[in-house]
């Protein structure tokens, strides 16, 4: 699939979905309910490389996907046919992977728009906010997604207009005013649901798509794993593909192989991390590993059990 290219007039980094950023102190306080997923929002993988926790500007991972992130700050399968890349084949198959990436983000299939939250996980340990369907961050690319929202015409876009400037720039967890307007727009307005599933599509969905394109990968099934490692990572990591020999199908592997080895390795990664918020994410890695014990590769054995929430496509 074609990416999209964004035009950055500021410095750039990549926002991984905020992962670059974070330190994920998950545990700390928030401003919603608990479930069994521990938050409003799934505990993102941050190490980029090891033995670095958090990544920085310029993050290598990110850099193939050929399109710079705005913020002010810097801180196949073995019969696989040739040609144009198949993956989602189907609208449901891509709603599957969304609806599944959903679950281990906010424990909801369709998300939680409005979902936001305070940790002390910004650039150098600042506390900043985290907001919407895959959340996106205060330090990363909440402020373009805040302008489509504005662009749009949205209800609250006149009263979050001002705040476009200041995101990045001034401190605004503590906002009250700017808290309530994201909540309600995320809650309340259909056309902040319509800019949210178009910047994470963008952001996130199209870029990994890309890579699995690059790389020779057409099953349904392995965009879903793909996508899931751009939302959670920010990419796939460079220092778990050294960890397993099969080779990406665009280098004559085998995709099957690829995929079961690669999901074994962050499935290890995961479980043995020392981070224990980062051990808690090993649900993502085991539905997987459900999904191709059952060979699900074109994902039409459902639901799929996404940490316990049936996903149907629906």
Known sequence: MPYLQAAASRATIPDCSGVCLRAYAIWGSTDRSRSSFGTARSRKAV??????????????????????????????????????????PTAQQKRICEQVVNVFETGEIEGDYGAFTVYADGPHGVRQVTYGRSQTTE???????????????????????PFIAKIGVTPLAD???????????????????????????????????????????????????????????GSILDFLRKRFPEEPPARGGSEKAWITQYVDVRHRWLAQHPKPVLQATVYRTRCFKREIARENWDLSQLPINANGVKVFGQ
């Open 47 to 88: 190490d980029r490389q090891e033995p670095t926790a958090l990544a920085c500007p310029g993050h290598p991972g990110l850099a193939a996907l050929e399109a710079p992130l705005t913020t002010r700050h810097a801180g196949r399968e073995d019969s696989r046919q040739k040609g144009t890349m198949s993956m989602p």
């Open 139 to 161: 330090y990363g690319n909440l402020e373009e997604l805040v302008q489509m929202y504005v662009d749009a015409d949205g209800t609250f876009s006149q009263p979050l207009r």
């Open 175 to 233: 906002d009250k005013e700017f808290r309530r307007l994201l909540r309600e727009a995320g809650r309340t307005d259909p056309v902040m649901r319509r800019v949210q599933d178009e910047f994470f599509d963008r952001r996130y969905f199209r870029p990994a798509m890309h890579w699995a394109d690059t790389n020779g990968f057409a099953l349904p099934f392995s965009g879903l794993v793909i996508y899931d490692s751009f939302i959670h990572s």
